[in-house]
Nanobody, 125 residues
Framework: QVQLVESGGGLVQAGGSLRLSCAAS????????MGWFRQAPGKEREFVAA??????????FYADSMKGRFTISRDNAQNTMYLQMNNLKPEDTAVYYC????????????????WGQGTQVTVSS
């Protein structure tokens, strides 16, 4: 069992930045993948970014609309994943979730086994 807890959301003006954190517990933090997703009201859950979690790989990939603005990273020693979000836009407003899965990175939320409770990000214009 894996427990994930997000933090770092809040209200920010357009053009601003936020860093989200996802603290993981309950499983050895190695050899699996973690991802960030978001869900705006009335919309489906959307892939943001994913990162490999292993001793030999820190590969990551992003949804096209987030490339260049968002950066995913992880600290194995702290069992924590981060999402640095820069140049935020009002359309980035959503609840942001972290998730984890065994094996390789995927963009489909249905492939992920464990989810956090989400953290709200609101970007004002």
């Amino acid at each position: 069992q894996v427990q994930l807890v997000e933090s770092g959301g809040g209200l920010v003006q357009a053009g601003g930045s936020l860093r989200l954190s996802c603290a993981a517990s309950g499983r050895t933090f190695s050899n699996f993948a973690m991802g960030w997703f978001r869900q705006a009201p009335g919309k489906e859950r959307e892939f943001v970014a994913a990162i490999a979690v292993s001793a030999i790989s820190s590969a990551s990939f992003y949804a096209d609309s987030m490339k260049g603005r968002f950066t995913i990273s992880r600290d194995n020693a702290q069992n924590t994943m981060y999402l640095q979000m820069n140049n935020l836009k009002p359309e980035d407003t959503a609840v942001y979730y972290c998730a984890s899965k065994a094996g390789i990175m995927r963009r489909d939320p249905n492939d992920y086994d464990y989810w956090g409770q989400g953290t709200q990000v609101t970007v004002s214009s």
